[in-house]
């Protein structure tokens, strides 16, 4: 068993990407509750046990390097499994009436509640992590027609780090999907729970449905 007890860098940074070339490289592959852990054991890919003990309030993120031997030319790089998120934006319900952008926002509520969706509300967006097909989601989202309301699919990678670490658990976890990735973004605020800096979401005010998604569920 291998201990690991820091991480040495990231497979997208520079110097990395430079060593990693021509390395060879086995991935420790994770899943959202093991990658909010500092502390768990687990076998590589090729079967390696590595027993992961990190500083409190650190957490793995996608392409960490775990460890590097230089003279084998070989690495071990954490590897997350992500699940897109249809990001809802309410910011249009702003220049509706505010009777019918309260019917609006119940009724999408009650939508998304009638399909047994997760969902995270932040600021003025809804989070919501992919349970079904991409082209069921998109057709029920079409079907309602809310005035309003726009949406578009996101990587998770694109989403997961600008949320504090309690809210990527509260909405992947209910969604049992993968979470949590390397960013080099500028953080810009503070979890209260665990004092962990995140960001703002990569999405831009006026977002659309993904038209290449219009096409009806498969029956």
């Given at each position: 068993m291998i201990l690991i007890e820091a991480v040495l860098g990231n497979s997208s940074d520079p110097l990395w990407v430079e060593r990693l070339t021509d390395a060879t490289v086995?991935?420790?592959?994770?899943?959202?509750?093991?990658?909010?852990?500092?502390?768990l054991r687990k076998k590589t890919r090729d079967g390696q046990e590595l027993a992961i003990s990190l500083d409190r309030g650190s957490f793995m993120h996608d392409g960490d390097v775990l460890l590097w031997d230089e003279s084998a030319s070989r690495a071990v790089v954490?590897?997350?499994?992500?699940?897109?998120?249809?990001?809802?934006?309410?910011?249009?319900?702003?220049?509706?009436?505010?009777?019918?952008?309260?019917?609006?926002?119940?009724?999408?509520?009650?939508?998304?509640?009638?399909?047994?969706?997760?969902?995270?509300?932040?600021?003025?967006?809804?989070?919501?992590?992919?349970?079904v097909d991409h082209r069921v989601m998109n057709s029920v989202m079409k079907t309602h027609g809310f005035e309003g309301i726009s949406y578009e699919f996101h990587p998770g990678s694109e989403i997961v780090p600008y949320l504090a670490p309690h809210e990527s658990r509260r909405l992947f976890g209910a969604a049992e999907a993968p979470v949590h990735v390397h960013t080099h973004e500028q953080f810009v605020a503070v979890d209260s729970e665990t004092g962990t800096a995140y960001g703002q979401p990569p999405v831009s005010g006026k977002v659309h449905a993904h038209h290449a998604t219009d096409a009806e569920p498969e029956q």
């Open positions: 086995d991935l420790l592959e994770l899943d959202h509750w093991e990658a909010q852990k500092n502390r954490a590897r997350l499994s992500l699940r897109d998120v249809m990001v809802i934006d309410l910011e249009g319900l702003d220049a509706l009436p505010s009777e019918l952008s309260m019917r609006t926002s119940v009724e999408l509520g009650h939508a998304l509640g009638n399909q047994h969706w997760p969902a995270l509300v932040k600021d003025k967006r809804v989070y919501v992590p992919l349970t």
